[in-house]
C-alpha cells in the first residue's frame, strides 16, 4: 500500500494514551460489506450493509473500491453525475482517479491523496481514471465516503479541497509497531488537515503482526472500524475482524484493535480506516445522488437536477 507512509515510526510522535479512568468502547456489532458494481462497473464493497443508520450518522455511505488489479484496457470510472445535500471523501490507496466538476474544479486523486467535495447545494462531477492507465492496466485501490451535512448545510455552496499525501499528519503508539494517518479531525492528540463542515475524524491505520492500539477516541462521536486488508481483533474482547468487515464501536473513551500474528501472504499489516463522527440526529432521506431531509427535497433535486440547475457539463472535459 503506497498510502503515505515512513521506514522509522519510532521517529513519529506518539498518540496520546487513555487516561487510567478512561473506558474502552464495547464492540456492538461486526457486519460483512457485500460485493457491488459502482458507475461504469467497477468493483465495490458497500460498507456500511447492514449497519443500524442511527451507529452511522454523520455518515450516510461509504464504499471500498477495489482492491482489484486491472489488466490493459479494463480500469472503469463513473459517468457525469449529480450530488446534493452532502459531502464525498475519496481516498485513494492505490493507483490514480481524475476528477472533475461543474463548478471548474478538477484533479488527480492518487497513492495516498484525499479529495473533499463539498457538494452542498448541487453539483456535477466524474471521476474516472487517466488513459494511460486505462492502456496500461494496473492496481486499483481506496475508498468513498459520504458525509452528511445538517439541514441548514444542505444549500451551502460548494466546494473541494485537495488533501495530499504528503500533508496527512502522522504519529504512531507507544511501542512504534502502528502509523495512523490522521486525514480529517483530531486524534491521539494530532489534527489532521481536512476541514469539515460536520465535527468527524477519519484516520488510515496500519498495524504491524501482532500489534496492538489503544485510542483515545472523543465520546460524543460514534466509533466506526472497516478492515481494509488482513485479520486482527476489535474491543477488549478480542472479537475477530477481517477483510472487508465493520466494527460499530459504543459507550465509551477510546478504542481497542489488534493485529494477529500470522497475516496471509499478501497483507504486510493490518490496514484500518477508523471514523466517527457527532451525529446529526435530523431526518434523512436519500434516493441516488441526493441526501435531503424529506422526500419533497428530494423531488426538488430531481427536479433542479433534470432543469440543468445543479451545472453543465464544461466544453472541455474528461
Given amino acids: ?29 461486526i457486519t460483512t460489506a457485500p460485493r457491488g458494481l459502482e458507475g461504469e462497473g467497477f468493483p465495490v464493497r458497500r460498507a456500511f450493509a447492514g449497519v443500524d443508520m442511527s451507529d452511522l450518522d454523520p455518515f450516510v455511505h461509504m464504499d471500498q473500491m477495489g482492491e482489484v488489479d486491472y489488466g490493459p484496457g479494463e480500469p472503469k470510472g463513473t459517468p457525469w453525475h449529480p450530488h446534493r445535500g452532502f459531502e464525498t471523501v475519496t481516498y485513494m490507496i ?21 479529495q473533499w467535495m463539498t457538494a452542498g447545494a448541487g453539483i456535477l462531477h466524474i471521476e474516472r481514471p487517466p488513459d494511460a492507465l486505462i492502456d496500461s492496466g494496473g492496481l486499483f485501490h481506496g475508498v468513498q465516503l459520504w458525509v452528511n451535512l445538517p439541514a441548514k448545510l444542505k444549500m451551502t455552496n460548494p466546494r473541494y479541497q485537495d488533501i495530499e499525501a504528503e500533508s496527512v499528519s502522522l504519529l504512531t503508539n507507544e511501542n512504534g ?33 501482532g500489534a496492538q492500539l489503544s485510542l483515545p477516541w472523543n465520546p460524543a462521536y460514534n466509533a466506526l472500524t472497516y ?29 481497542v484493535l489488534s493485529a494477529n500474528e500470522a497475516q496471509d501472504s499478501r497483507t504486510q499489516a493490518f490496514e484500518v480506516l477508523i471514523l466517527g463522527g457527532e451525529p446529526i440526529r435530523e431526518p434523512v432521506a436519500t434516493y441516488g445522488p441526493f441526501v435531503m431531509n424529506t422526500r419533497a427535497e428530494l423531488q426538488q433535486a430531481f427536479e433542479d ?4 440547475r445543479l451545472g453543465q457539463i464544461p466544453a472541455e472535459h474528461i
Fill in 227 to 255: 478492515v481494509l486488508a488482513g485479520q486482527g481483533t476489535v474491543g477488549l474482547d478480542r472479537s475477530p475482524i477481517v477483510e472487508g468487515q465493520m466494527a460499530v464501536h459504543i459507550d465509551g473513551d477510546f478504542l
Fill in 1 to 29: 500500500m503506497p498510502a503515505i507512509s515512513v521506514e522509522n515510526p519510532l521517529e513519529l510522535a506518539k498518540a496520546i494514551k487513555p487516561e487510567t479512568t478512561d473506558r474502552p468502547r464495547r464492540v456492538k456489532s
Fill in 177 to 209: 509497531d502502528a502509523i495512523i494517518r490522521v486525514i480529517a479531525g483530531s486524534l491521539g492528540g494530532i489534527d489532521g488537515p481536512g476541514s469539515t463542515h460536520t465535527p468527524i475524524a477519519i484516520s488510515h491505520v496500519s498495524l504491524l503482526p
Fill in 94 to 114: 492505490d493507483g490514480t482517479f481524475l476528477h472533475q466538476d461543474s463548478i471548474g474544479g478538477g484533479g488527480v486523486i492518487q497513492n495516498g491523496a484525499t
Fill in 305 to 308: 437536477y433534470e432543469a440543468g
